[in-house]
């Protein structure tokens, strides 16, 4: 059998297992390239090859754990973003495109304004925490995370892009027990909402840490934590930048104004969801 076979054979297989044909057909590609180390510039010359001896075995092992609705960043053990390669493991929430936004905004609010220091709240694989600080060679940063796992994955991403000599990682619950006045915090927490966890997809409601996913029955309830420990950990003026679910916008809106915050803008992501606050942390007699 060529290589072409057996990944025609696979895509199949994972069609059938309900995942949508063109990403089953993505997927049984991408595993291919993985087990045999190619790339796709090299895939596409040589997929009519005949299969190499080692390969079928090796290549049925990724296919059974995908057809398993193993998401295939955990497959790989990487996933790239804000064009970066992080490492990821079930420890760890798989980086979205979307929340390339929030790397964005706080690249924006640092263009007048640069930050001396920064904090990553929940860090996960570090993905934020490590952009920002290849993106901000200046600045010094803290990553907090409630789990010891998490940290240690984002300790190796830090290291592998050549900042971690600049970046803190605190094991605690958000931002508590920190002192400290940063210039910029950004927070990607849990915000998915407990009673929509059975219509999740299986790859994220059965694979990726519910810790990181599930922010109670409104989704809010992290996020609300945050903005008020927020306040505390910043200097007047700074800036707070945070991701949020679909519908949660006009709550978000609400939070801040009631504590006191300054609302500078919501954006939404390419779907046109609103998805990104910037908010601004006024002086304390104005709160």
Same mark, same amino acid.
């Given at each position: 059998?060529?290589?072409?076979?057996?990944?025609?054979?696979?895509?199949? %297989?994972?069609?059938?297992?309900?995942?949508?044909?063109?990403? %089953?057909?993505?997927? %049984?590609?991408?595993?291919?390239?993985? !087990?045999?180390?190619?790339?796709?510039?090299?895939?596409?010359?040589?997929?009519?090859?005949?299969?190499? !001896?080692?390969?079928?075995? &090796?290549? &049925?092992?990724? #296919?059974?754990?995908?057809?398993?609705?193993?998401?295939?960043?955990?497959?790989?053990?990487?996933?790239?973003?804000?064009?970066?390669?992080?490492?990821?493991?079930?420890? #760890?929430?798989?980086?979205?495109?979307?929340?390339?936004?929030?790397?964005?905004?706080?690249?924006?609010?640092?263009?007048?304004?640069?930050?001396?220091?920064?904090?990553?709240?929940?860090?996960?694989?570090?993905?934020?925490?490590?952009?920002?600080?290849?993106?901000?060679?200046?600045?010094?940063?803290?990553?907090?995370?409630?789990?010891?796992?998490?940290?240690?994955?984002?300790?190796?991403?830090?290291?592998?892009?050549?900042?971690?000599?600049?970046?803190?990682?605190?094991?605690?619950?958000?931002?508590?027990?920190?002192? @400290? !006045?940063?210039? @910029?915090?950004?927070?990607?927490? +849990?915000?998915?909402?407990?009673?929509?966890?059975?219509? @999740? /997809?299986?790859?994220?409601?059965?694979?990726? +840490?519910? #810790?990181?996913?599930?922010?109670?029955?409104?989704?809010?309830?992290?996020?609300?934590?945050?903005?008020? &420990?927020?306040?505390?950990?910043?200097?007047?003026?700074?800036?707070?930048?945070?991701?949020?679910?679909?519908? /949660?916008?006009?709550?978000?809106?609400?939070?801040?104004?009631?504590?006191?915050?300054?609302?500078?803008?919501?954006?939404?992501?390419?779907?046109?969801?609103?998805?990104?606050?910037?908010?601004?942390?006024?002086?304390?007699?104005?709160?």
């Amino acid at each position: 059998m060529t290589i072409f076979d057996h990944v025609t054979r696979a895509a199949t %297989a994972l069609g059938t297992a309900g995942i949508p044909p063109e990403q %089953a057909a993505r997927d %049984a590609e991408l595993l291919a390239r993985h !087990a045999l180390g190619w790339d796709r510039a090299h895939y596409l010359a040589h997929r009519r090859d005949a299969e190499p !001896a080692d390969f079928e075995a &090796q290549y &049925q092992t990724l #296919v059974g754990r995908r057809l398993r609705r193993e998401p295939p960043a955990y497959i790989l053990g990487t996933r790239e973003f804000w064009g970066l390669d992080f490492e990821v493991t079930p420890d #760890v929430l798989i980086p979205r495109p979307e929340s390339e936004l929030l790397v964005e905004e706080a690249l924006d609010t640092a263009k007048d304004d640069p930050p001396a220091t920064l904090v990553d709240v929940g860090t996960g694989s570090g993905c934020l925490a490590v952009a920002l600080a290849h993106e901000l060679p200046a600045a010094r940063v803290t990553a907090t995370d409630v789990s010891a796992p998490a940290l240690a994955v984002a300790r190796r991403n830090a290291e592998r892009h050549g900042v971690a000599a600049r970046v803190r990682f605190v094991r605690t619950d958000l931002l508590e027990g920190l002192a @400290l !006045a940063a210039d @910029l915090i950004v927070a990607n927490p +849990p915000y998915v909402a407990s009673r929509f966890a059975a219509g @999740l /997809q299986p790859e994220v409601r059965d694979h990726e +840490p519910a #810790v990181a996913l599930f922010g109670g029955a409104d989704g809010l309830d992290a996020l609300a934590r945050i903005i008020d &420990q927020a306040w505390r950990c910043l200097r007047p003026g700074g800036r707070f930048v945070c991701e949020f679910g679909l519908g /949660q916008d006009e709550a978000v809106r609400s939070y801040f104004t009631r504590r006191g915050w300054t609302l500078e803008r919501i954006r939404a992501d390419l779907q046109g969801i609103d998805r990104t606050a910037v908010a601004r942390r006024e002086k304390e007699d104005d709160r």
